[in-house]
Structure formats: C-alpha cells, structure tokens
C-alpha cells in the first residue's frame, strides 16, 4: 500500500506487477483517511485494453519516476516509430483553454453560432449548461460539439444521454454519424438484450460507459433509480428538460438525482419554462444549487451564466443555406349544407355536469366537441358517443337531476344524427386528398414525402383507412403510417421515425398525433406538412412547423393549414383564424410563440382559450396583440430576464476566433491513420495474427478488420447500428464531405445507418490504435533521435508535462524542450513549435543510424528531469492568478447564496413565531434545523470543492524523447 496522494492524468503507475496509464484519480474515503481511487487502463501484453480502478490504500500503486526514464535508440526508417509515439501523446494531451479544438471537425458544416454553448461551458469550472435554443436550431449538433470536447479533455469517459422514448434513436444515430460518439441505447429492447448479457444483480450502468435511453423508462422501473444512486458519470444530457422541470414529479425527481451524480450537465430545450418562474429556477438549480436561494426572487445575474438561448431570426444571416424560408398556404375549405347544420347546433348546444352535488350548466364539453368536429365528425361522433355512455351510467344511479340529463341526452342524440350526415361527405377531407394529388402524391414509391398532424386519434384513423382507399394503397404496410405515441412502444416509434427519414422507404405520408410534434428530425426528403386541424395552442403550432421548418432543410417549407369555413363565422373560426395570424407574427419578429399569451405551456393555451370561448370573450381579447404582462403579481418578470440576458450576451465569435487545431506532426488524419496501421498491423499488440486493412488515398479512406482485441473490448459498447457484418471492415474516411454525402445516401436506404465512418481521434477504433501506439514505449522508455541541425554539443530533452487539480480536472498542459550542452549545462526552454522547427521534426527527419551517446545523455537525464520540474512549477505560478480569479466568482455567488438562504430561514422563523406566540412548533423546529444544516453542509462541500480547483498534487512530468546533434 502506498501514502494517499495525488496521480496526474497521463502518468505511468505500476500495479500488481503491470504497467498503466492513469485516466484520472479521485478523492475517497479510505480505511485510515484520505485515499485515492485511480482510474486505469492498461498498457502492458497481460493487461492490454483493460480499463481498472485501484484505490491506494488497498493496492500498492508505484508512479514511475521520470528520472528512472530509459533512454534507447529509435532504428526505424525516418524516426517513423517515435513520430508515431509522438503523435499519440500529442493527441492525448488535454486542452485546458475554452476553444474548441475538434468538435467543430465533426460531419457538418461548422457554424460559429454552434460553437457558443461549448465556449460558455468550457469557460466555466463545471460544465452544466442548458442550450434553450428555439425550434430547429440543430440542438443535437451543440451537443455533440461539447461533448467531444470533454472527451478531448479526459471528462467524457462515462456519459448518459436522457431523452423522450421517440428520441432515442434519432438522438443515438445523430451523435454517432456526425461524432462517432457511441451511445448504447437501453430501450426496452436494448434493456432486454443487455439483461441477456450480463447478470440480472449487475447495474447495467456500471456496465456501459455510454447509454442512452428514456426518461420514462427510468421513472417507471424502480430497479434503476437505485442503480443510478449508486453510478457516477463524467456528463449526462437531458434532452426536452422542460418535461423534468415541474417540481414534485417523479420526472423532477429524477432529474435532480441525475444532477447529483455528474460533474457536467447539459440540458436542452427549446421552451425551457413555462412562464412560471419557480420552474425556471428549478432548472438553474439542478444546474448550479447556489444560483438561485429563492425562486420568487431572482435576477438576470444569479442566471446568465447557465444558459445560451437564440432563435432562428437571430441566427438565419449566418445559417444560410442550412435553413429556407418557408412558405404559409391556408387552405379554406367551405363546410357542406350538412357541416353547417352540425356546426349550428354544436355551437348552440347547452349541457350539464353530471355531478350529484354540484349541478349545473357544463360551458366547456360543448367546446370539446366543436374542437373534436373541426378536427373530424368521426372524432365528434366518438365524443359524442363517450358522454352519451356516461349519460346513462348516471341515469341508472338515480341521479337528482335526472330529467335535465334525459334532455341532455336527447339533445346529443339528435346532435349525433346531424354529424353522422356528414360523414359521407366530409369536406375537409375531399380537400386534403386534392392538395396531395396537387403535389403529385399518388402513393408510389415516386410520391413526394408528406406529414399530416391531428390531433384526435380518432381522425388519424380515419385518414389512414380513407387515405388508402382514395389512392388504392394497403391500410397496414403500406405507404401511410400513423405515428400515434400511445400505441407504439419506443422500439416501434424510433422505427417509423427513422423509416419516414429514408429516401427509399416505401413509408411516404406519416399521419402524426401532436406526440411527434416535440424534438423529432422529420424533415429529411419531406418538406410539405398539413395541419389537418389547428390546436389552439401557439407553442403546439410552432413545434408542429419545426419538424420540417429546422436547421438542415434543403428544400422550401411547405405548411398548410386546412380551415373549415361557415357562412356564419362563429368563435372557434375566429380563435383558429387568430392563431394562424399570430404565429406568423411570432415567427417573423419574437421567436418565442410562448410570449403571445404569457402561459409557455401548450396545454395551458388551449385550456385558456377553450375556457375563454366558453365565456363569450373575443378572439382577440384571448389572443391579444401585444404580449400580457408575465408579472401582474408584481412577481419576476421572466421574459424580461430572459431577454436581458440575451440582449447581453455577447456574439458568436468567428470561428477561426472560437476555434483552435492543434499541433500535428501529420497533414492529415488520414495520413495518421494510415501511418499507425502500416507500423502496427504485424505488433502483437493488436492481437494474435496481421492486422488486414486496406488504404485508399483517392478517397482518404482506410478499411480496417476489427482484429480480435477490438471486437472484445470495444465493439460490445459500440451501437449493433454502427457494427459492419460479419466479415466485413469498419471504413473510415476523414474527407467530413464525404462522410455527409454517405450520410445523406443511407437516408436513401432504409433501416440502414451509414457504411462509412468519420476518421477522427475520437472514433472508437482510432481510440484503440491510440491505445496500441502509446504501449510502443511502454516500459518507461523515450527514444534518443539524432537532429544534427542542433550542433555537436547540444541536446534537447523532450518533455510534456500536465498539472491537474485535486478534482483531477488539467489546469496546465505544456510540451517543451529542456535544452543541454554536451557537459550537462543546463541552456533553458524551448517551446515545442520552435523545436520542431529547429531538428526539422516537424517534416520527415532522416535516420541514418548514426551512433549516439546514449551514456553520456542517460547521466543528464535526472537534472534534465529537475530542469523540467522548475519550468512547470514557473508555469504553474504564472496562471496561479487566473486560477483564482476563476474560482473567486463562484465563491461570491455562493457567498450571496449562503446569505440569501439564511435570510429567507430567518423570516420563516419569524413567521412562525408570530403566528405561534413566540414559539415554533416542534415539528416546524425540527425542519428549520435541518433546513440549516443543510445550507452549511452545502456551502462547506461547495467551498472545499472550489478549493480542490486551485490546489493540485505533484506535477506529472514525461521524458518523452532527446535530440542529439552529438554522434
């Protein structure tokens, strides 16, 4: 066993008799005190690939002394083999600034607007951030953006991604076609298999390094609650937070036990409140618990740095192509003589509440079933039908008030028979299959892409079966589908979704309940969408339009809305006509449809405005012109926050400014890649036999066969989507171009996720053949290298050294030379760019197996290696002040928090007393206390862990290689 201290990200430790490279090493409690828990993998032949956790006071864990560094000779043909070494480590040095290094190298065409929520992040201590980007923005982009850039910085090793069950799949093959990010989907299929895999006691997150899967399969299983208590992640995404924001669901609760267990955390969102502030503050608490003390009382400052939020009309100048200006079409279609007669009588209906106690005039059915009828007089008649069953089962309980419910009764009856005529000659839907033959919908494979929204499930019924007999197509299997969340499980909702994005699938107009309408990708190879009926809610309408109208679309937006018309226009034409003139507004000028009516909740709108009819108000008093004051109460004023916030934000820098490349000793990934495969495919390090692959340049596409280490160790953690069959080879291409272009083909091909792979250092087999190169020197090696260039006398040792702070987070990454003279004078630093370029490293450096003096320059080793330390340490000492001041504004925010939160108790305390005669009630006592505890437990935890931030262990420091000009 060895003392508890600190091992550096990147060093070399010795356990149990192998070699590893550190991961990272936390804090715990050990036996007699303080210990370490050492996150591993493994470097030599026994232990190769194995990831493992030592904890010090247990285990004796040896970090290998940079003094004791051997020194040997490099023979192989221009230093290939030390390039390559070189090369691995440069790769696995961890960015410490907040530029994006490689996120914006993904499969896109990078924009600078994207970069913003992984500069905010970055440039925070801890990563949590919500991206309230509005409808369409692409989202899933700065996701993936941010979380390659933890992963480039050694924090994105274990990562969850929460979505809604129609998400998974999508959000899944979104992260790994553009990122190469593999996330392993625990659907309820995924769950199943997994649960084939390993035993039935095992936490399956303990399991997987990276999942993703549904909210509402975490909050309905028991299992996985206390599983995830027991689980830590290095970062974990909830996307559509505003599900999770409402307190005291079991989806809050969720949420907030998620928080705890993760240093980073990013939710999205394109509503991310619904007008109530306490469920705003609820997010930024689960973001940052000091942010906010009270949740009736808080300002644009306590918040700004939690969240980005921009809207399309902020963001299109930029965006150009990748978004197309849409075009509104209102199809008004004039209700037939039997319509008008129905639509009469439903608006001129009086009923009844069927309670016993409470009787009288029920104003909000009727609007039911005129909404139910303007979407379908099927919906109608089934409504209709619902309550006339309710009517009876009352009737037969001796009801009080029996004779007005028999009238009732008899009035829907008769209203029954009046929507039952209009079946046969159903307007709206004669018009829906003109404007689809209009644009050249026949139901052929040839057929363009159409999505139709309702809301009743009802009428989605009855579209599929008279939308297939119109156009002489199969009702089940074939080209019409309906998306009906209810009654698919998520395996079959991420199914249709991804059939409905294929160019090729036989699927060709998708009838849609308002469950698809939130966060779901529609919009490839379909750019016209009905708005069969009209919900009369503003935010409803956006979210239906950005399925299509979002960040990606090729081709012009076509939106309809069908809109029954009558002779006498009655409030429910008003309200639709309304709405449809108000989103227009909202798009071109707000951005936010919640603003209109002040209520940032889609059910609140149409509960508001159904009840607002049922009392006779106008359309436009309901939906006014100018937005309602969201603190009448005298309360915060939200939007005004929000847009405070926004309105100082500063804007997107270019990307040349908000982006970095980092030093290369290769002009390409490709030629990386195909470098590494040359010099390892006959090494055992990959595993018994020759590894088979295959280049070509043309293309900059590599072929490799997994050999038999990688298909053990990392394709069981890869998506069964992103595996190529049996026998065939997994091919990477670094052109990004390309890799669109075969993403946009394997649209053209259904079921199928694209062939070909983005070559980049994140994807999981360059990750493996990283992990294969860093073992070359495994045995605390660094190669000697004649750079005559230097002259006779002069050495430089090569280190890369890395600071970390107790948190295990890099604040200090640095290479550099120490250069020395022949008799072990020490002659100062050099940086890396100018050593490159003085030995003329950074192009090919000619080895002629000159003879050189390992001796003399082994004996130089240690005070090279003390050099090193003194550089590092000055290092460390010049940025101390910025470390500080960075941890200094959190320290203020949670100073105010600690005020604020003792205040609010004290005046609790107060209140009590004053309605008690001086005394608190025992209960009441009991839970101040508590309540005080924990605001000191909170500020004492908050306050050791800023300090963790600044303070660091021993500086890892590695002999990486020498350049001798001496023979």
């Avoid at 029954?564 to 008003?574: K, M, R, V």
Wanted: with cysteine; proline share 5%.
């Amino acid at each position: 066993m060895s003392a508890a201290r600190s091992y550096a990200p990147g060093s070399r430790v010795r356990v149990r008799g192998e070699e590893w490279v550190v991961e990272k090493s936390m804090p715990v409690r050990g036996k007699a005190g303080l210990a370490h828990a050492v996150h591993v993998q493994g470097l030599t032949e026994l232990v190769r690939h194995h990831k493992a956790i030592f904890v010090d006071d247990i285990d004796r864990i040896e970090p290998l002394a940079p003094e004791d560094t051997q020194l040997v000779l490099d023979d192989s043909a221009a230093y290939r083999k030390t390039r390559l070494f070189f090369e691995t480590l440069l790769r696995r040095t961890p960015p410490t600034d907040d530029l994006v290094h490689l996120g914006h190298r993904a499969a896109m065409d990078p924009m600078a607007y994207q970069m913003v929520p992984a500069r905010n992040a970055l440039s925070e201590l801890r990563q949590r951030i919500l991206i309230a980007d509005g409808v369409g923005l692409g989202k899933t982009i700065e996701i993936g953006i941010l979380l390659s850039e933890l992963i480039k910085r050694g924090r994105g090793r274990r990562i969850l991604v929460v979505a809604i069950r129609s998400m998974l799949a999508q959000l899944q093959q979104e992260l790994w076609v553009r990122f190469a990010l593999p996330l392993v989907r625990l659907d309820s299929e995924g769950i199943r298999r997994v649960h084939a895999k390993i035993p039935s006691n095992k936490n399956p997150f303990s399991h997987f390094d990276r999942a993703i899967l549904s909210v509402d399969t975490l909050k309905n299983d028991g299992r996985y609650r206390a599983w995830l208590e027991q689980t830590r992640w290095d970062a974990i995404v909830v996307d559509e937070c505003h599900n999770v924001a409402n307190r005291g669901s079991q989806r809050e609760a969720l949420a907030r036990l998620l928080a705890a267990t993760t240093d980073t955390l990013v939710l999205t969102s394109a509503t991310p409140h619904n007008g109530r502030p306490e469920s705003f503050a609820n997010l930024m608490r689960m973001l940052d618990p000091s942010a906010i003390a009270d949740e009736k009382d808080f300002s644009h400052e306590d918040v700004e740095h939690l969240f980005v939020r921009r809207f399309k009309k902020d963001v299109e100048a930029e965006a150009g192509a990748s978004f197309t200006e849409r075009e509104i079409h209102r199809a008004e279609v004039q209700a037939s003589p039997e319509e008008e007669r129905a639509l009469a009588a439903l608006r001129a209906l009086t009923l009844h509440t069927l309670g016993k106690s409470r009787h009288g005039v029920d104003r909000l059915f009727p609007w039911t079933l005129v909404k139910a009828f303007l979407s379908s007089p099927h919906a109608c008649l089934e409504s209709i039908d619902e309550r006339l069953k309710r009517l009876d089962a009352a009737l037969k309980d001796e009801h009080p008030h029996a004779e007005v419910l028999r009238e009732d009764a008899e009035s829907l009856r008769e209203l029954r028979a009046l929507v039952e005529a209009c079946l046969a000659g159903f307007t709206k839907l004669g018009r829906l299959i003109e404007e689809l033959r209009a644009i050249g919908f026949d139901g052929s494979p040839a057929s363009p892409r159409v999505l139709v929204f309702s809301e009743r499930i009802r009428t989605l019924e009855m579209l599929r079966a008279e939308l297939a007999r119109a156009f002489g197509v199969p009702e089940e299997d074939g080209p019409i589908a309906t998306f009906d969340a209810s009654n698919l499980s998520d395996v079959e909702q991420g199914q249709l979704i991804e059939s409905f994005g294929k160019k090729d699938s036989r699927l060709r107009l998708l009838l849609a309940s308002d469950a698809a309408s939130e966060g779901v990708n529609l919009h490839y190879f379909c750019h016209h969408l009905f708005h069969f009926d009209v919900p009369w809610s503003l935010i409803r309408i956006e979210q239906r339009m950005g399925r299509i109208d979002r960040y990606g679309q090729t081709e012009t937006p076509h939106l309809t809305y069908l809109l029954t018309t009558t002779e006498e226009q009655g409030a429910d034409q008003l309200i639709v006509r309304r709405l449809v003139e108000k989103e227009e507004q909202v798009h071109q000028n707000l951005g936010d449809a919640g603003v209109v009516l002040g209520l940032y909740d889609p059910q609140l709108e149409e509960d508001t405005l159904v009840e607002g009819a049922a009392e006779g108000r106008d359309a436009t008093q309901l939906i006014p012109d100018a937005p309602p004051p969201v603190n009448a109460d005298g309360g915060i004023d939200l939007l005004a926050l929000l847009a405070q916030v926004q309105a100082a934000a500063p804007g997107a820098e270019p990307l040349p400014e908000a982006t970095t490349r980092d030093i290369s000793l290769f002009p390409s990934d490709y030629a990386f890649a195909k470098t590494a495969l040359a010099a390892v495919q006959d090494d055992p390090v990959t595993g018994e036999g020759a590894l088979q692959w295959e280049a070509d340049d043309a293309h900059q596409l590599v072929r490799v066969y997994a050999p038999e280490g990688f298909t053990r160790w990392r394709e069981p953690f890869l998506p069964d989507e992103a595996v190529p069959a049996r026998g065939q080879p997994y091919r990477l291409v670094a052109d990004r171009a390309i890799v669109m272009e075969q993403i946009q083909a394997a649209r053209d091909n259904e079921g199928a996720w694209p062939g070909y792979h983005l070559l980049w250092e994140q994807h999981p087999l360059m990750e493996w053949l990283l992990d294969c190169l860093a073992a070359v020197y495994a045995r605390h090696e660094a190669p000697v290298l004649h750079a005559p260039r230097l002259g006779a006398q002069r050495s430089v040792f090569l280190f890369t050294s890395l600071i970390s702070n107790e948190s295990s987070q890099p604040v200090l990454a640095k290479w550099f030379g120490v250069q020395m003279r022949t008799k072990g004078n020490y002659e100062g630093t050099i940086e890396l760019e100018e050593l490159l370029a003085l030995t003329g490293f950074d192009r090919e450096l000619v080895n002629a197996g000159a003879k050189l003096p390992l001796e003399d320059l082994q004996r130089h080793v240690p005070a090279a290696v003390q050099h090193a330390r003194a550089h590092i340490d000055e290092a460390y000492q010049a940025i101390l002040g910025r470390l500080r001041r960075d941890v200094r504004k959190p320290a203020r925010r949670l100073d105010a928090w600690k005020r604020k939160s003792e205040a609010l108790l004290d005046a609790k305390e107060q209140r009590l007393r004053a309605r008690n005669d001086g005394q608190i009630p025992k209960l009441h006592e009991g839970r101040l206390k508590e309540q005080r505890r924990h605001v000191e437990r909170f500020v004492a935890d908050q306050s050791q862990w800023q300090k963790t931030l600044v303070r660091h262990g021993e500086p890892f420091v590695r002999l990486v290689a020498v350049f001798t000009g001496g023979e």
